[in-house]
């Protein structure tokens, strides 16, 4: 069993910086990684952190302005975004899995079975 809470979003302008934390408690996992819902969209993947295969993927839409890390004791994940753009708002929800083959089909995220509630990330022009 895991717990996963994610807090940091917020509401920014265009170009702004915000920072997304995951703390999760329970079962350590194999990898864990963001996910976000805009509106009238489908579930997007965004950033995977899997320290066994020493792996820090993001998504093409954010490479370059996201950055994906996790602290030392493997309790919080992070996500720094900068230059936010209005393509980013979203609903930004953190999932793990203790299973490697799903980690492996990233950027499904259809096997994580831990989910946070997710926080919402607003960013206007």
């Known amino acids: 069993r895991m717990d996963l809470v994610e807090t940091g979003g917020g509401s920014v302008h265009t170009g702004g910086s915000l920072r997304l934390s995951c703390a999760a408690s329970?079962?350590?996992?194999?990898?864990m990684g963001w996910f976000r819902r805009g509106p009238g969209n489908e579930r997007e993947a965004v950033a995977l952190f899997w320290p066994a295969r020493a792996r820090r993927d993001v998504a093409e839409s954010v490479k370059g302005r996201f950055a994906i890390s996790q602290d030392s004791g493997g309790n919080t994940l992070t996500l720094e975004m900068t230059d936010l753009k209005p393509e980013d708002t979203a609903r930004y929800s953190c999932g793990a899995t203790t299973l490697r083959w799903v980690c492996s089909e990233w950027p499904d995220g259809r096997g994580f079975t831990y989910w946070g509630q997710g926080t919402q990330v607003t960013v206007s022009s």
């Open positions: 329970g079962d350590g996992p194999e990898c």
